[in-house]
């Protein structure tokens, strides 16, 4: 059994944005009518313009179920496009949007719950609301939530957000962390998709980075969270971390080696060769990583069997990385 941990959907419409504050910073759908293979699109607007043009497969459980097998995978774990999790708007208007993605995820599942998990969104923006808001998630069914590597310029390990990870803990909700909105993008010389390829990798090793270094891990030692993108280029720069560690002795934030923290962690494989997986496993332990996709915005370069066989896995490393790891993640294994 094979679990995708790193899927997106987008919901097929949203509601009117009315009155709300948010204006035209709400998402809209846009129907372009089909794609050259049958299949329903639409624009995803945001601000006035084409964010993103979308094939149903974001919204149709059933196609999602149709495509699983041509990608290797039997099962997906559901969360929302990154974009959508708003966290520049108003908190009421974040927790009205939070809950028609986590809704949307929830009858997703309900379609088969026997091919989907689900995380689902918080307003972010808002501390004690996002809390409060977990324990909605709960109530849908919801294994737990996606939040982004910063939420309006601020790393998820400020201790603002403590309360919020403290919480998650509490009830038992997976938190995964996905990369958005470099902080750094003026400094990104390239086309446009380095926005991407440069600067997710390095924003999702500042998070993972900060979850340490903030204290966040120590004070949630039970806390399940997972670094999307492999966790970027976090596993790398480890060794340089628990050096000057070493030089400057315990931390009151993180008394134990920053590696013992990052062990801590999950990540997606989504690394793109098996050579930066290896380096991944062999700093954190296989027990950590997850298969995932990024579907369906990218595909996977290999399906998952012929990773397990590049990678000389034995039958319980199999086990682990297909699906063992995402269910403990997810908080259903022990």
Known sequence: MNIDVHTHIVPESFPPVG?????DLWPQMQPQGVDDTGYGKSNVMISGRNFRTVLDRCWSSQRRIDEMPIHGFDKQVLSPMPELLAYRLAPDDGLALSRVLSETIARMMDYDPNRFFGL???????VDLACRELTHIKSLGL???????????????????????????SLGTSVFIHSQHPTFGERIEGPPVWNNAVGFPVESALAGASLIGGGILKECPDLRVCMSHGGGTLAQILPRLDYFWG???PSDLFPEPPSTYAKKLFFDDILFNNQSLK???DSVGLSQI???????????PQKPEDQFIDLKLTGEEIEGL????????LGLLD
């Not at 009155?19 to 204006?23: I, K, Q, S, V």
């Not at 297909?322 to 993640?329: D, E, I, Q």
């Open 19 to 23: 009155n709300r504050p948010a204006g």
């Open 120 to 126: 689902g969104a918080v307003p972010l923006q808002d």
């Open 143 to 169: 294994q737990g939530v996606e939040i982004l590597s910063n939420i309006q310029g601020i790393s998820p390990g400020d201790p603002k957000f403590l309360p919020f990870f403290k919480e998650a803990e």
């Open 247 to 249: 030089m400057n002795g």
């Open 279 to 281: 380096f991944l496993i």
């Open 290 to 300: 997850m298969l995932g996709s990024d579907y369906p915005f990218q595909f996977r």
């Open 322 to 329: 297909s699906h063992a790891n995402c269910l403990r993640f």
